[in-house]
């Protein structure tokens, strides 16, 4: 259940088979109940689906785990349980940094190695599965970087919502926005932390990101972990005719000028990755606090 008190101690563990382990694929090669950095989660349907970063796979435990180092059932990016190899090819991934679910099932993966987003769907069922198309490339073979409105530089992390899909473009300090795509090389109609396409830079403000490294839409709102900001931003609704739409509110930070880090109840240092529940609690992982926030900021 969602905690409640402060340093509230962990019903269980996936990645390792107690609580004092820590070593990557538990200090072995890789495994069907291992994780080697993972980067990010989400759940739908009942599922469980891991983004293992440096294992370049997506672990997927059909039924939410109840025992500490629970087997996957499900592994997409490899073939098996126990290869981990990068590849840019519809059945591979490079350095995957997040995945996350669309209201209506759709699976996106920002396989930050490759400067993509693969997109599936459904979730797959077996082990292997092939994308069905690639965001940010000319196709799944192609693994270059810039900042026109139909490529990326080091995503980490997609999410669609009403108004388009989302993508933390990490590099290029800037979120950007896709109508749905159905295809191979789609491009963005809007871009968040720029005042347009093109040359990118970094800031301080209201309409700047640097390095956002996650994101997360609920209904018409917006949540981005603005990494090297040591804040999150939010706006209430995206405007897909305006670049540069300014966010409506920030956490972490006591304005929108100030982005200094440190280790408090309203602040944070090097937020990555966000997820909010039913309840509206919005869950931050605060990277380099070395800790979980969950708050109900907005």
């Known amino acids: 259940t969602i905690p409640t008190t402060l340093g509230q101690t962990a ?14 694929n538990m200090g072995a090669s890789t495994a069907i109940s291992s994780l080697s950095s993972p980067g990010g989660l989400t759940i739908f349907g009942g599922k469980l689906l891991v983004a293992d970063t440096n294992n370049n796979r997506i ?29 840019n ?6 350095f995957p940094a997040t995945v996350s679910v669309s209201p209506t099932g759709e699976l996106y993966i920002a396989s930050s190695g490759n400067n993509q987003v693969i997109y599936f769907s459904t979730i797959p069922t077996t082990n292997g599965a092939a994308a069905q198309f690639v965001i940010g490339q000319l196709n799944f073979t192609s693994t270059g970087t810039g900042s026109a409105a ?7 992390a997609a999410a669609a919502g009403v108004f ?20 191979d090389n789609s491009s963005a109609i809007h871009v968040l932390g720029q005042a347009s396409f093109g040359p990118v830079g970094s800031a301080c403000t209201a309409t ?22 040591n804040r999150i931003l939010h706006w209430n609704n995206v405007n897909p005719a305006v670049d540069g739409q300014a966010a409506d509110h920030v956490a972490g930070q006591s304005n929108f000028t100030t982005c ?8 944070l240092n090097g937020p ?27």
């Open 272 to 298: 990555i990755s966000l997820f909010s529940d039913a309840a509206n609690f919005l869950f931050a992982a605060d990277s380099t606090n070395n800790r979980v926030t969950i708050n109900n900021f907005f």
């Open 164 to 183: 388009g899909v989302a993508v933390a473009d990490a590099n290029n300090n800037r979120v950007v926005i896709f109508n749905t795509p159905a295809a």
């Open 59 to 87: 672990l997927i435990w059909n039924t939410f785990p109840t025992t500490s180092g629970q087997n996957a059932d499900v592994v997409v990016g490899q073939i098996d349980f126990i290869s981990n190899a990068s590849a």
């Open 150 to 156: 139909n490529q990326l530089n080091g995503p980490t």
């Open 11 to 24: 019903d269980l563990v996936l990645g390792q088979v107690d609580f004092t382990s820590g070593s990557a």
């Open 89 to 94: 090819a519809s059945n591979g991934m490079s």
């Open 208 to 229: 700047s990101l640097n390095s956002p490294n996650g994101l997360f839409i609920k209904g018409s709102n917006l949540y981005v972990a603005d990494t090297l900001n």
């Open 260 to 267: 200094t880090n440190a280790a408090t109840q309203t602040t």
